[in-house]
């Protein structure tokens, strides 16, 4: 998709490249990304390469970068799966700079972006019913819980407990315009 990259001054989602993949292998080793989201505990450069290159083969499948908009140091992950106008976010935030607001304002943009250049209707996330940062990153972010959403998914083995919540267009709007970033 030919569009500009999201960005807000501090931070800007753009693609990831194969130069990106040992930094990723390596992030996701952490005990909270281990811990809070799906990537496997042995992923390696090879594994995220060719996640990268299927990126362009799906076009239901964005994934994103975040990345310091001054600096352009790597911060995190985000990704969105989109059909039928809903879309899907995840996301993680590299451990050193965690607590700074990173995940809310790449799940804003990332929300911006998909409602403004692919027609969706609903944005929806869930996270682990213990990831309280990411939980109150969602909220920040404008979304609400979706409590009709809660399941228990099967996870690297293990049964997590999780938490939905959406945010549809219109609100997005509101939110925006209520928030003071």
Request: with cysteine; net charge negative.
């Amino acid at each position: 998709m030919d569009v500009p990259h999201p960005r807000d001054g501090a931070i800007v989602l753009r693609p990831w490249a194969p130069s990106d993949a040992e930094w990723y292998a390596s992030c996701a080793r952490d005990v909270e990304i281990q811990r809070f989201t799906t990537d496997a505990s042995n992923l390696t450069a090879a594994d995220v390469v060719a996640a990268i290159s299927a990126l362009s083969t799906n076009p239901q499948h964005e994934g994103f970068l975040i990345s310091d908009a001054r600096t352009g140091a790597r911060l995190g992950n985000i990704t969105l799966d989109h059909v039928d106008r809903t879309g899907e976010i995840s996301y993680w935030v590299a451990a050193e700079v965690r607590g700074r607001g990173i995940a809310r304002r790449a799940i804003t943009l990332l929300t911006r972006w998909a409602f403004a250049h692919l027609d969706l209707q609903v944005m929806r996330l869930w996270t682990h019913a213990d990831n309280a940062p990411s939980r109150v990153a969602a909220e920040h972010a404008g979304f609400v819980r979706d409590p009709s959403g809660d399941q228990l998914r099967e996870v690297k083995g293990e049964m997590w407990p999780t938490v939905a919540y959406e945010l549809r267009r219109g609100r997005a709007e509101s939110h925006d315009s209520s928030s003071t970033g």
